[in-house]
């Protein structure tokens, strides 16, 4: 399956031209333009974007917003930020914020390519397999405790799942913009799949409740109550699932499953498609967070954030009122409405967004939490 | 002197920008014509009060109903940036981290306010 790139830019007129000059790499990735981050979006949704690069400033949601959106709902999808406003400051605070490469316009098509290609590269460093039982492979995987990304082909409906390991732990799944158990549960219930390994995880922590083997067995059972849609009249004849595997670019300390699999390709399976659950935020965060908000309880952000990463602490601090009364009475004089939230970034203490409410809490978040998720899920 | 605030004023959403000084004064503020009177707002702000209340803080965000205020720590007091709901956020941050460096050179206790008036504008 080919690597499609979506390259987003208001510059109509640039992005015409690189697509032209990108047609010389069809081999290697096709090219899907968009004119503005919301039009970004709408396509990140539809699924099978391999790669984002994107323009800084652009109306409406700029690229550092695209990014932001990027990393919380698709953290497996590499982002190249392009400019032509560079600054000192821009390089590192683009890196800070999470892109994976930073270009200074004017650059030349070679120079993009480049870039695009060793990012997808990098999506199968650690080789492929093909012809996969899953089930047998995730177990290695837990089993070696495996820190890795894997990307899983559909080749029935020919659409790809991503599965994040830390140690051997499944730590979250995406497919097209969902994240979550649910996503995990379609992608488990797969036959017939093709892997690629990148190493490391985008996760450092668990964001899917529950251990592997409970997950794989219901998913399983999702399986099983999926295959009541099988016409057994196209069963018949049918050769039995196969559990060889063809590890295209095996690589040391990695699971080998069946290393003398042969290159046989099954022949494609004619499984009925898991029926579609309704779409729903990639995470419950934001909404239970707007919830804790309003009933402006402590226990409400714990609840809400407590699979939040990056946050260390939630507690009650009174000791902030003042500030919260200096800052409101700044909200009225500017005709701003009420205080959702302050940030503050603290010299000796670090990051905190500090909640006014009955109760006032206090959001205690490591050095490296982007502030905005945080912020955002307590609005 | 180039107009050192040209970039961040030019943001879709941002009404202004102003320096306070340590002691509570504003030193500069550069508001577009449309949010002048947002420049008389901010002087009407208790910042004898709120200046000790951000002593550890080298950056905060004021996130309001309806807009943002971002603060943020610079030699002579603090850099404040008012801006609406429209307003780019991460890009109204890397240029206050831009400005930082030239807001920094200024000396404090200097009459920076005539001074940044004179030469910047």
Redesign the interface.
């Known amino acids: 399956m080919k690597s499609k790139v979506l390259i987003v830019d208001d510059d109509a007129a640039w992005v015409k031209a690189m697509l032209k000059e990108l047609e010389e790499y069809s081999g290697s990735f096709s090219v899907t333009p968009a004119y503005d981050g919301k039009q970004a979006l709408e396509i990140l949704a539809s699924g099978q974007i391999s790669l984002v690069v994107s323009d800084l400033r652009m109306p409406n949601i700029d690229g550092f917003e695209l990014l932001n959106r990027v990393l919380r709902q698709y953290p497996d999808i590499p982002v190249i930020i392009i400019t032509a406003y560079d600054r000192p400051k821009t390089r590192e605070v683009v890196f800070n914020s999470g892109a994976d490469e930073y270009l200074t316009k004017p650059f030349t098509p070679e120079d993009l390519a480049e870039k695009i290609n060793r990012l997808l590269q990098k999506k199968s460093e650690g080789g492929s397999l093909h012809n996969v039982s899953l089930e047998t492979f995730l177990q290695l995987i837990e089993m070696e405790q495996q820190t890795c990304t894997l990307r899983v082909l559909n080749k029935n409906a020919s659409n790809i799942g991503v599965l994040f390991f830390r140690d051997g732990e499944l730590m979250n799944a995406r497919l097209d913009n969902r994240l979550g158990k649910e996503a995990a549960y379609e992608i488990l219930s797969w036959s017939g799949v093709s892997v690629s390994i990148q190493n490391g995880c985008p996760f450092t922590e668990k964001q899917l409740d529950g251990e592997l083997q409970a997950i794989l067995l219901d998913a399983m059972r999702t399986k099983d109550e999926s295959s009541q849609y099988f016409n057994p009249e196209e069963d018949e004849g049918k050769e039995p699932e196969t559990d060889e595997i063809l590890l295209e670019t095996p690589v040391d300390n990695r699971p080998k499953a069946n290393p003398g699999g042969k290159t046989k390709t099954a022949e494609p399976e004619k499984t009925a498609e898991t029926p579609r659950k309704a779409k729903r935020p990639a995470s419950g965060t934001l909404d239970a967070g707007k919830q804790a908000h309003d009933a402006g309880n402590v226990e409400g952000f714990k609840s809400a954030l407590h699979n939040e990463k990056g946050v260390e602490d939630i507690y009650e601090d009174p000791a902030w009122n003042s500030l919260i009364q200096q800052v409101s009475s700044m909200g009225r004089i500017f005709d701003a409405g009420s205080l959702s939230a302050i940030y503050l970034n603290r010299v000796k203490k670090g990051q905190a967004v500090i909640v006014p409410g009955e109760q006032v809490s206090v959001i205690l978040m490591n050095p490296d939490t982007p502030r905005d998720r945080i912020i955002d899920a307590v609005m | 002197m180039k107009d050192i605030f040209k970039d961040i004023l030019s943001i879709?959403g941002v009404h202004g920008v102003a320096v306070i000084g340590s002691d509570g004064g504003m030193l500069l503020s550069r508001f577009s014509e449309r949010y002048k009177d947002?420049e008389y707002?901010l002087g009407?702000?208790?910042w004898n009060?709120?200046i000790p209340?951000?002593a550890?803080?080298?950056?905060?965000?004021?996130?309001?109903?309806?807009?943002r205020?971002y603060v943020r720590k610079v030699q002579p007091g603090l850099f404040v940036t008012?801006f609406d709901d429209?307003a780019?956020?991460?890009?109204v941050?890397?240029n206050c981290?831009?400005l930082q460096s030239s807001l920094d050179k200024f000396k404090a206790g200097s009459r920076i306010g005539q001074l940044l008036k004179k030469r910047i504008f």
Do not use: C, H, N, Q
């Open positions: 879709e947002e707002r009407r702000v208790d009060t709120l209340e951000l550890d803080v080298s950056e905060a965000e004021f996130v309001f109903e309806r807009g205020i008012v429209i780019p956020v991460s890009m941050r890397l981290e831009i």
